[in-house]
């Protein structure tokens, strides 16, 4: 029995294992549901749950193959020996997050960050001071934008949120893609569909897509339910549109 993980619907990498996992033959497509969180199919038991999560089972040996984000990777398993297959239809980059006129003076008193273990390694690579290391679950940009002279440290993916929130970001890595990881072997048959281009096409086109449209639909929904009427003039930095609400 094969045991597979992949992260759940609340990452945007859900889409990514469930598409692979059909496509290779672990997951009858008709037994698939977004909110099911355990499948066993065959010869192949598939459990989907968030990707720090994934990280643990796979260290303890709880998994033979996982599909995850190489941050997560990076921050909780630097020194298990897995077998890797890059799948580069989305990549983010860490990096080191503030106002303007703190990040040129590359000195802070606290650095907000959820990968405590990778960024004592980036600063201390890249040379960079800093008074304390504070870990948080998540949106870490929040907290350099509360309090005068800190910094976050965190993955960047579009740079939408540090454009509109008026930070800088400095990269700290390169580009880091989500890959399919295993304590032994990569099944031939997720190498195969790995090498799928059309269907990697699709997928790069999808989380381009859904990135790019994301914000936007929140947007419109906030509209709707504000009774903004059946369209709404939004005007961004150096551009105007026009949202048609359905």
Request: with cysteine; aromatic share 6%.
């Amino acid at each position: 029995m094969l045991r597979i993980g992949i992260p759940n619907r609340s990452s945007l990498l859900h889409t990514l294992g469930a598409a692979h996992c059909i496509a290779a033959g672990f997951l009858p497509r008709e037994k698939y549901s977004a909110p099911r969180l355990y499948y066993r199919c065959g010869n192949a038991e598939i459990v989907l749950t968030r990707c720090a999560e994934l990280c643990t089972m796979m260290q303890h040996g709880d998994l033979d193959l996982m599909l995850n984000g190489g941050d997560y990777v990076a921050e909780c398993l630097p020194d298990l020996k897995m077998a890797t297959l890059p799948i580069p239809v989305m990549q983010v980059r860490f990096a080191l997050i503030a106002p303007p006129a703190v990040i040129s003076s590359q000195s802070f008193s606290l650095i907000y960050t959820k990968f405590p273990r990778l960024a004592r390694t980036l600063l201390s690579t890249q040379r960079i001071q800093y008074e304390s290391l504070v870990l948080v679950s998540g949106g870490v940009e929040a907290f350099c934008l509360m309090h005068s002279g800190s910094a976050a440290l965190d993955v960047v993916c579009t740079g939408a949120t540090v454009e509109m929130n008026e930070l800088n970001a400095v990269p700290l890595s390169e580009p880091v893609v989500p890959a399919w990881y295993a304590r032994q072997f990569i099944p031939q048959s997720i190498q195969d569909v790995a090498a799928d281009e059309a269907l990697t096409h699709r997928l790069r086109d999808y989380f381009a897509a859904h990135l790019a449209m994301r914000d936007r639909v929140l947007e419109s929904v906030i509209d709707q339910l504000m009774g903004a009427g059946s369209s709404a003039v939004r005007t961004l930095p150096g551009k105007t549109e026009s949202t048609r609400l359905v």
